[in-house]
């Protein structure tokens, strides 16, 4: 079992029966929608509802059926995965470009559990680009505000056309460097407009689950 599979499987313990129950996005999720789906066979009974259309297909085609953000007032437990993670619990999202309906869905959860293996785990964010996601209207316009206030950033383009988002958006990614300024970034992006998310997550998680050589390695994050 390789060490997103340990956790994308150890995190269904964070899963009781009548739990409304958030599924993320990207590799490492992959293995939850599939520990998720044997335990439905089994007889857990929970409602899911999904950070992407990718994970609805997925889980839809594992016999699950994913209900409407709308159709839910809260959720219970989301697992999703990072693409770096320091200490204090601020991440870096969006290399599947789903992190504005990630960000949408940790926000109206009570608890959510980023789950990762030991590659994800940095000092300081910056070794992974910081991806924003932007209106498609004015983006040209969108981006040279960006590069004005020194942010780098690179419109994301994927076989050869630009990347269009599950909400039709764009996404940019800027090249910030290792140990960039967090709050200085953020403070720099809420006044751009055509801005509509970026993929900081910053102490959003009550756990994580990291995957080592030795297993999976629980953490709690008492400030939340």
């Not at 924003?132 to 690179?154: A, C, D, W």
């Not at 509509?196 to 080592?212: A, P, S, V, W």
């Amino acid at each position: 079992m390789n060490l997103k599979e340990q956790v994308g499987y150890k995190a269904v313990d964070f899963v009781k029966d009548g739990m409304i129950v958030g599924l993320g996005t990207g590799s490492t999720v992959y293995y939850f929608i599939h520990a998720i789906a044997e335990k439905v066979k089994n007889g857990l009974k929970v409602e899911l509802v999904s950070t992407s259309i990718q994970s609805i297909e997925l889980a839809k085609s594992l016999g699950l059926v994913v209900k409407n953000l709308e159709e839910v007032d809260r959720i219970d437990v989301t697992v999703d995965g990072v693409d770096e993670i320091d200490k204090n619990f601020n991440a870096i999202k969006g290399g599947g470009a789903a992190l504005f309906r990630e960000k949408i869905v940790a926000d109206i959860t009570d608890t959510v559990v980023w789950i990762y293996d030991e590659t994800k785990d940095v000092e300081k964010l910056g070794g992974f680009n910081l991806p924003v996601e932007i209106l498609p209207f004015g983006y040209s316009h969108t981006i040279r505000k960006m590069k004005e206030q020194g942010l780098n950033p690179v419109l994301r383009i994927k076989d050869n056309e630009v990347l269009i988002t599950d909400n039709n958006n764009y996404i940019v990614d800027l090249h910030l460097g290792y140990g960039f300024d967090i709050e200085d970034v953020k403070n720099k992006l809420s006044n751009i407009v055509g801005v509509l998310e970026h993929g900081l997550f910053l102490n959003m998680c009550k756990y994580c689950i990291k995957g080592t050589s030795e297993g999976p390695v629980l953490i709690t994050n008492y400030s939340k």
